[in-house]
């Protein structure tokens, strides 16, 4: 039983699932009204207005002690470890408390070696001149690490985001910015890294070069199957990558679909 409803210590319910959203599912307690009608059932829970305002202040408060929680790393790795899939899952359906639940998220990165880093602490390490915020989703850390979309944006000090659990794709579906900062996908096209004016020239320069093979490569390969080839700025030694589009879903998340 999750959370049991009384109304004037009267009893009600059992597992009142109106007043507490899925993703808080871990947590249990005791509800006693002083509003609520004695007669109130289930199908007039779904419409009452009282109830909503206390589904409201529950998660405030719940929220409210996670954050304080959160304060304590050791105490706070033990508690993510558990249900940091539900906090993901709050940040897909939860609108409202978004902000405040990104916050507490936590992943592996570049640069965090063992531990997990918050969205503020990577805030905190970005470079001169980066605007946003680089995460790769994959189906592990060791994955990601070794990924070429990677290759470029750690060889010059840019930190990346490892994403590895499915619920990380409905998240940042969700999660578009934190800090005012993007949330940028490096297996999607659009991905633009700081460059100084020589680095630039050297690029177009080489794209001018390069631009014959690219229209030979889409034709041989058709239409199909490629939107179009490019040469890249994000490779330091792998040949090529296959990128999605922007607004498109990744190439994990389509894997995720399929299995399903």
């Known amino acids: 039983d999750r959370v049991k409803l009384y109304v004037r210590r009267v009893f009600i319910m059992d597992n009142c699932e109106e007043i507490i959203p899925d993703y808080l599912g871990f947590v249990k307690g005791v509800v006693d009204s002083e509003d609520l009608p004695l007669n109130i059932s289930r199908e007039t829970l779904q419409q009452s207005r009282i109830l909503k ?9 719940v929220v409210e002690l996670m954050t304080e929680l959160a304060e304590d ?16 899952l709050g940040i897909h359906e939860d609108s409202v408390n978004r902000s405040k639940l990104a916050e507490l998220l936590r992943f592996p990165s570049s640069q ?10 990577y ?27 990677v290759e470029r944006l750690t060889k010059k000090g840019y930190e990346v985001l490892y994403m590895c659990e499915p619920i990380d794709e409905y998240c940042v ?17 659009g991905l633009k890294l700081p460059e100084d004016e020589e680095e630039q020239k050297a690029f177009e320069e080489k794209k ?24 890249s700025q994000h490779l330091t030694h792998s040949p090529c990558v296959i990128v999605t589009a922007e607004h498109g879903r990744s190439a994990r998340m389509e894997r995720i679909m399929k299995a399903q």
């Open 173 to 189: 579906q969700q999660l578009k910015e934190y800090d005012g900062k993007k949330l940028v996908s490096v297996t999607k096209t």
């Open 208 to 231: 001018a070069k390069f631009e014959k093979l690219c229209e030979v490569v889409k034709e041989t390969l058709g239409s199909s199957k490629v939107e179009k080839v490019e040469i």
């Open 112 to 121: 965090s070696g063992d531990e997990l880093t918050s969205l503020k602490d």
């Open 73 to 88: 790393d050791a105490s706070y790795k033990t508690f993510y470890e558990q249900f940091g899939k539900n906090l993901k």
């Open 123 to 149: 805030v905190t390490r970005m470079k001169e001149k980066q605007e946003d915020i680089y995460f790769i989703t994959a189906e592990s850390k060791e994955v990601a690490a070794k990924s070429a979309f």
């Open 53 to 61: 305002v206390i589904r409201k202040n529950i998660v405030k408060k």
